[in-house]
């Protein structure tokens, strides 16, 4: 618990000296009232009116991480409440740092992922009156449609109810992004410390339990029973809920195969033997009943229907869709049993229901999904066993894909176009949790945030596989994983460019196409400028090595792997979300 400011002697009137009741002001206050609530680590960018705050808190023993970029600061938060289940902290300072940190909120916000943004904030007497304070701004109206919550504390005494308002709202339901707006006058308030304690709240059960109907449970059953072609599709709602054995329950009693999306990957092993992964496009044209668990149908599973759902054919194709969002359901396609609660309760009642007598998945139906997914595997395997003379996409994740699977507890961050495409198919995963992409937006940026969340909150390895383009955005954080000494390796696949390096200016003029860098730059040396290794691989030998050492030493490490300029294609595997494109088709 905090110390209190010191008693102080105060002098009255008649000159004797009277001992005023300690007192504790508004920094100590949110200080304990985070504690209070289990968080102990912070994420943030010091600055006026904050930096007494991240000074205090490092006091007080929580772990304060800073950045070069709020933007960073607030994924990490994201990543660190992915992880945990506890709402990640990113602080920042007034209008500038809040603003750079509202991209992450906004994120974490779509990505379902719980954390709180807290941003000092200019007096309200001044921003209302818009009389032009330092970095003035009406912080908590610009925040609030952007994140799931948003709220203000004024008041000293306020400040155990506010914690416990973002941290409810943060992890409750839906998980998402919470905004909390403290005045820079509200830190330097005081109040009697006893009082002030007492005002600070233990949030009880935070994210409670949401059990599904029971006649709910039944319908999604017996449409269940009915399916001749059945699917079952993982999503990150499904990793972020931690309930990893009720999922594999669901999947090996139900005999049914599944697949994971990109940060579901792992919840069950991707060689697991129901995995249909490599058969992705077949099931989901051909599946009749699909249970979609913490998966929504957006953009990325092209909103249900169409094409890659196997156009008029599948007409007859129906939903069951678990997800604790009441109103998730029938927002794409038509959904004929939603199932709304928490993960874990839902499948577990599923599994119940379902009984030990329940007939597994048609074996017609699996053994044709099973065995065009060994043929695709087979194929990929040759493509892997190829060594070009310039490494390329393949190539190069040959080697990460051996370091995975000799490493399965190492956290891999991933972005990039066709470096997130070609990772995400060729490197399998095999515990939950372990891959940080750039989820429902397709983000660039989140890399280095993610990856030192990843490090602080679990202590683990970190491999990020990084397109150029993507390390850009956050590539000065290389200074902060070597600040704290993190265990980080980040691989750059250099290709020169964003998706590829080869493009002209159609005009003939002295500038580089738009999408072109500067040709063979070494990321390696920004690793070494911060006393960290700077490696430079040309071949799957030194990238293999490059990663091994800096698994074995633990050391901040960067390898600017090279990759042939001519490999990738436009915006990887979304060509067809291009306007110009779009329009041909
Ligand atoms: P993906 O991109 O992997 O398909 P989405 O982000 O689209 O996953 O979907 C995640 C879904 O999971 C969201 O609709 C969210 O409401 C839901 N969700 C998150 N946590 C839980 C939970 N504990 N129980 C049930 N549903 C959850
Ligand atoms: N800005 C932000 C914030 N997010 C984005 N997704 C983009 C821009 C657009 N974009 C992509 O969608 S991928 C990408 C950009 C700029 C980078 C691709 O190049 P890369 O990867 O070098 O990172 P590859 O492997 O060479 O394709």
Do not use: L, S, W
């Given at each position: 618990m905090t110390t209190p400011t010191q008693t102080e002697a105060q002098t009255d009137a008649s000159g004797t000296s009277a001992a005023a009741p300690a007192q504790i002001d508004g920094f100590h206050l949110v200080i304990d009232a985070l504690k209070l609530n289990g968080i102990d680590t912070i994420f943030g960018l010091p600055g006026i009116p904050i930096t007494d705050l991240t000074r205090m808190a490092q006091a007080e023993g929580m772990r304060m991480i800073s950045f070069r970029h709020e933007q960073h600061a607030g994924n990490a938060a994201a990543a660190a409440g992915f992880l945990t289940q506890k709402p990640g902290i990113c602080l920042t300072v007034s209008a500038p740092g809040f603003l750079n940190g509202l991209t992450a909120l906004t994120n974490a916000t779509t990505n379902c992922f719980p954390m709180i943004l807290i941003s000092g904030s200019s007096e309200r007497e001044i921003v209302d009156l818009q009389?032009?304070?330092?970095?003035?701004?009406d912080q908590l109206a610009i925040a609030k449609p952007l994140c799931k919550a948003a709220f203000r504390v004024l008041h000293a005494a306020d400040i155990g109810v506010g914690i416990a308002r973002a941290i409810r709202s943060a992890v409750s339901g839906r998980p998402g992004g919470v905004y909390l707006d403290l005045p820079a006058k509200l830190f330097a308030q005081t109040m009697d410390a006893q009082v002030g304690k007492r005002s600070l709240i233990k949030v009880v059960d935070a994210a409670p339990r949401q059990l599904p109907a029971p006649e709910a449970v039944q319908r999604a059953l017996d449409l269940l029973k009915t399916a001749k072609r059945p699917l079952i599709l993982l999503g990150k709602g499904a990793a972020y809920a931690q309930a990893d054995a009720a999922v594999r329950a669901l999947v090996e009693q139900s005999g049914i195969p599944y697949l994971p999306m990109s940060m579901a990957k792992g919840l069950l092993p991707d060689n697991h033997a129901q995995s249909a992964s490599a058969a992705r496009s077949y099931v989901l044209a051909e599946a009749d009943v699909v249970v979609l668990v913490g998966a929504r149908l957006n953009w990325l599973l092209s909103?249900?229907?169409?094409k890659t759902w196997g156009g008029d054919k599948a007409a007859g194709r129906q939903f069951i869709q678990i997800d604790i969002s009441p109103t998730e359901a029938d927002s794409n396609v038509a959904i004929a049993a939603p199932l709304v609660g928490d993960i874990g309760s839902v499948v577990s009642a599923m599994v119940a229901g379902m009984g030990a007598n329940w007939v597994k998945a048609p074996a017609e139906w699996t053994a044709g999904v099973y065995e065009r997914r060994d043929k695709n595997i087979a194929k990929m395997a040759e493509t892997l066993a190829k060594n070009p003379p310039v490494m390329n996409f393949q190539s190069a994740l040959a080697v990460v894909r051996e370091v995975i699977k000799a490493n399965p507890d190492a956290i891999l961050v991933n972005e990039g176009a066709n470096t997130l495409d070609f990772t995400r198919s060729i490197v399998d995963m095999y515990l939950p949790r372990k891959r940080l992409d750039v989820g429902t937006w397709g983000i660039m940026g989140i890399g280095m945030g993610f990856a030192v969340a990843a490090a602080v909150v679990t202590g683990k390895q970190v491999l990020a596989i990084e397109g150029d383009s993507a390390f850009g955005f956050s590539g000065m954080e290389v200074e902060t994983i070597c600040r704290y000494n993190l265990p980080i390796c980040v691989v750059v696949f250099n290709n020169?460019?964003?998706?590829?390096?080869?493009?002209?200016n159609p005009s003939g003029g002295k500038d580089v196409a738009?999408?072109?860098?500067?040709?063979?730059?070494?990321?390696d040396k920004m690793m070494e400028a911060f006393g960290g290794v700077g490696v430079h691989a040309t071949t799957p030998q030194e990238l293999s090595k490059g990663i091994a050492d800096a698994f074995a030493s633990g050391k901040p490490t960067l390898i600017n792997a090279v990759i042939d300029e001519t490999a990738g294609t436009e915006s990887g595997r979304i060509t067809m979300l291009n306007p110009t494109v779009g329009k041909k088709s």
């Open positions: 009389q032009g304070d330092y970095e003035e701004m909103h249900g229907k169409g020169n460019g964003v998706y590829r390096g080869t493009d002209v738009p999408t072109v860098f500067v040709k063979n730059a070494r990321y």
